[in-house]
Nanobody, 119 residues
Framework: QVHLEESGGGWVQPGGSLRLSCAAN????????MGWFHQAPKNQREPVAT???????TYADSVKGRFIISRDNAKNAVHLQMNSLKPDDTRVYFC?????????????WGQGTQVTVSS
């Protein structure tokens, strides 16, 4: 099993920054896609940013130009630099990892870390 360790959440004033980090530990085959999802008002999880092992990145439109996702393949870690934070960014954020081998994909989630943006 893959275990995800999240850190970096907390409270910040509007315009401030936070850096979320997530490390995948345990037994895995090939960590392909890593990323961050947030908890939407109706409790569904929506992608915020994802990154593949080769560096293909996707961002939600709402965070483009403000957030930067990166990963350290040697450490199987993913980071989300969150800049110019807005109150609407207030969410629970979940680390997401796909462990892939050929036609098999295993999905893992972190426990979630709270990000609160308010004055």
């Amino acid at each position: 099993q893959v275990h995800l360790e999240e850190s970096g959440g907390g409270w910040v004033q509007p315009g401030g920054s936070l850096r979320l980090s997530c490390a995948a530990n345990g037994t895995y085959i090939n960590i392909a896609t890593m990323g961050w999802f947030h908890q939407a008002p109706k409790n569904q999880r929506e992608p915020v940013a994802t990154i593949t092992r080769t560096g293909t990145i996707t961002y939600a439109d709402s965070v483009k130009g403000r957030f930067i996702i990166s990963r350290d393949n040697a450490k199987n870690a993913v980071h989300l630099q969150m800049n110019s934070l807005k109150p609407d960014d207030t969410r629970v954020y979940f680390c997401y990892v796909e462990d892939t081998e050929l036609n098999s994909v295993e999905q893992y989630w972190g426990q979630g870390t709270q990000v609160t943006v308010s004055s």
